[in-house]
């Protein structure tokens, strides 16, 4: 039984020391991301705002086939209406009373309006043409100018991923064997709370008796379970797992014992 508990307990002492050593080559890998910065978030919201670019430019040149097709159809009615005009104006030659000249008439000044309605529309297409045209000119420069910027900002991430792609492939070689030795159920848990974790830490140590990843005070009682590494604790302010420092292969700061304070006594006698 005793061996048996031995075992367990160095099963819990082995899985803390790899979530430790795991956490060490995750944090390197955070700080090697930390080096490119925000590059590959600008590199992409460069692509998407090419893109808005490009669906605008489209979406105008749409709307300018579709005023042209509008002025055409336009120009074909005021040619009709031309016509009609014509037919009316020979008509009203050959009138023979004055009701029919003034229907003929009448007939005459509503081809006209309708002509004017027409060229009125053609006016506003070719002011919308004009007034898209321009939108698209601006579109188009300013989809160069971002353009321009993302080939500089690709080729600058691609020179700072090139310098760290080799330490990076070899630290996650590392975390991956790490992984490897570290139970599926602690290590999911790991990975959430490091999800969560604002830092990235999912395992601290437990140093000047507070969390090292809260930095609240951990109460006595929960130290020592922590130091005897029967089993896996969490801070119960950040969730984080945490690893008496000794065990993670940190020296703790010595601690200087606090100054006694001098009784009124004791300054009294030294007084007389």
Same mark, same amino acid.
């Given at each position: 039984?005793?061996?048996?508990?031995?075992?367990?307990?160095?099963?819990?002492?082995?899985?803390?020391?790899?979530? +430790? &050593?795991?956490?060490?080559?995750?944090?390197?890998?955070?700080?090697?991301? $930390?080096?490119?910065?925000?590059?590959?978030?600008?590199?992409?919201?460069?692509?998407?705002?090419?893109?808005? $670019?490009?669906?605008?430019?489209?979406?105008?040149?749409?709307?300018?086939?579709?005023?042209?097709?509008?002025?055409?159809?336009?120009?074909?009615?005021?040619?009709?209406?031309?016509?009609?005009?014509?037919?009316?104006?020979?008509?009203?030659?050959?009138?023979?009373?004055?009701?029919?000249?003034? $229907?003929?008439?009448?007939?005459?000044? +509503?081809?006209?309006?309708?002509?004017?309605?027409?060229?009125?529309?053609?006016?506003?297409?070719?002011? /919308?043409?004009?007034?898209?045209?321009?939108?698209?000119?601006?579109?188009?420069?300013?989809? !160069?100018?971002?353009?321009?910027?993302?080939?500089?900002? /690709?080729?600058?991430? !691609?020179?700072?991923?090139?310098? &760290?792609?080799?330490?990076?492939?070899?630290?996650?070689?590392?975390?991956?064997? @790490?992984?490897?030795?570290?139970?599926?159920? &602690?290590?999911?848990? $790991?990975?959430?709370?490091?999800?969560?974790?604002?830092?990235?830490?999912?395992?601290?140590?437990?140093?000047?008796?507070?969390?090292?990843?809260?930095?609240?005070?951990? *109460?006595?009682?929960?130290?020592?379970?922590?130091?005897?590494?029967?089993?896996?604790? @969490?801070?119960?302010?950040?969730?984080?797992?945490?690893?008496?420092?000794?065990?993670?292969?940190?020296?703790?700061?010595?601690?200087?014992? *606090?100054? /006694?304070?001098? &009784?009124? /006594?004791?300054?009294?006698?030294?007084?007389?």
């Amino acid at each position: 039984m005793a061996e048996k508990k031995q075992d367990k307990e160095r099963s819990i002492e082995e899985r803390l020391k790899a979530l +430790y &050593t795991l956490q060490t080559y995750l944090s390197e890998i955070d700080r090697i991301k $930390f080096l490119r910065g925000e590059l590959p978030h600008e590199v992409k919201d460069l692509d998407d705002e090419i893109i808005r $670019f490009e669906t605008r430019v489209k979406k105008h040149s749409d709307e300018i086939a579709a005023l042209k097709e509008l002025i055409n159809k336009k120009n074909g009615e005021i040619a009709e209406h031309q016509q009609k005009i014509a037919k009316y104006e020979e008509q009203i030659n050959n009138v023979r009373n004055n009701r029919e000249y003034a $229907f003929l008439e009448k007939e005459k000044e +509503y081809e006209s309006l309708e002509i004017e309605l027409a060229e009125k529309n053609i006016r506003d297409a070719k002011a /919308k043409i004009e007034q898209k045209e321009e939108e698209i000119q601006r579109a188009l420069e300013e989809k !160069s100018d971002n353009e321009h910027i993302l080939e500089e900002k /690709k080729k600058e991430l !691609s020179e700072i991923v090139s310098e &760290t792609r080799e330490q990076e492939e070899q630290i996650m070689e590392k975390a991956k064997e @790490v992984e490897a030795i570290i139970d599926e159920r &602690t290590l999911k848990a $790991f990975k959430r709370i490091r999800k969560n974790a604002r830092n990235g830490l999912g395992i601290v140590t437990v140093q000047r008796n507070a969390c090292g990843g809260c930095f609240n005070r951990v *109460p006595p009682q929960r130290q020592l379970e922590i130091k005897m590494h029967k089993k896996v604790i @969490v801070c119960e302010y950040c969730g984080r797992i945490m690893i008496d420092a000794k065990l993670a292969g940190i020296e703790e700061p010595n601690q200087e014992a *606090p100054a /006694k304070k001098r &009784t009124r /006594k004791s300054s009294k006698k030294s007084a007389e």
